[in-house]
């Protein structure tokens, strides 16, 4: 692969990328969904109050941490549905979950119905959401976690890169590899 064919890649990339970030919401798509959740997350802006539901420890994943467990606190909270199209009002509120990482200490210190005070959401996702504390963060749950549907987005991004890649070698001179 040539520096030129990197280059047209990396410029369909960004084409596609804009292209994406203007288009999708206008049907309907909000950028919390094709975005990271991380990003999203970051940028949340939704406040509720919570309450742990559940309390588990599992024994960690990484290979390098053999022994380690991994403590977890399910918890529940009530928010506003994010508007449909055209809605103006919105609805009652509903319950939405997350399940956050912690430290030893916090998870020997709560205990099931006990109330949490900052849990933080995005008001048009708010399956991205997380207990706004120092010791625990982001939820690692569906919607908030690594492996979501912003990365289909991405593979979307990268198809169409692909092809603006296409387009543009078409356009421009051929290369004797």
């Known amino acids: 692969m040539s520096v030129n064919r990197v280059l047209r890649f990396l410029a369909g990339f960004l084409v596609a990328s804009l292209?994406?970030?203007?288009?999708?919401?206008?049907?309907?798509?909000?950028?919390?969904?094709?975005?990271?959740?991380?990003?999203?997350?970051?940028?949340?802006?939704?406040?509720?109050?919570?309450?742990?539901?559940?309390?588990?420890?599992?024994?960690?994943?990484?290979?390098?941490?053999?022994?380690?467990?991994?403590?977890?606190?399910?918890?529940?909270?009530r928010a506003s549905p994010p508007l449909e199209r055209g809605q103006i009002k919105p609805g009652p509120s509903q319950r939405y979950y997350g399940i956050a990482r912690t430290d030893?200490?916090?998870?020997?210190?709560?205990?099931?119905d006990d109330p949490i005070a900052k849990v933080k959401y995005e008001t048009t996702y708010p399956e991205i959401n997380g207990i706004d504390d120092a010791s625990t963060g982001q939820s690692v749950g569906t919607g908030s976690n690594i492996l979501s549907g912003w990365i289909f987005f991405l593979l979307l991004d990268l198809a169409l890169a692909y092809g603006f890649m296409v387009v543009l070698e078409h356009f421009t001179g051929k290369e004797n590899i």
């Open 19 to 77: 292209l994406l970030f203007f288009i999708l919401p206008l049907f309907g798509i909000v950028a919390a969904k094709f975005l990271p959740p991380a990003i999203a997350y970051n940028h949340a802006l939704g406040k509720a109050h919570g309450v742990v539901i559940k309390k588990e420890v599992s024994p960690t994943g990484n290979p390098f941490k053999v022994g380690d467990h991994v403590y977890l606190v399910t918890y529940a909270f």
């Open 104 to 112: 030893e200490q916090t998870f020997n210190s709560v205990k099931p």
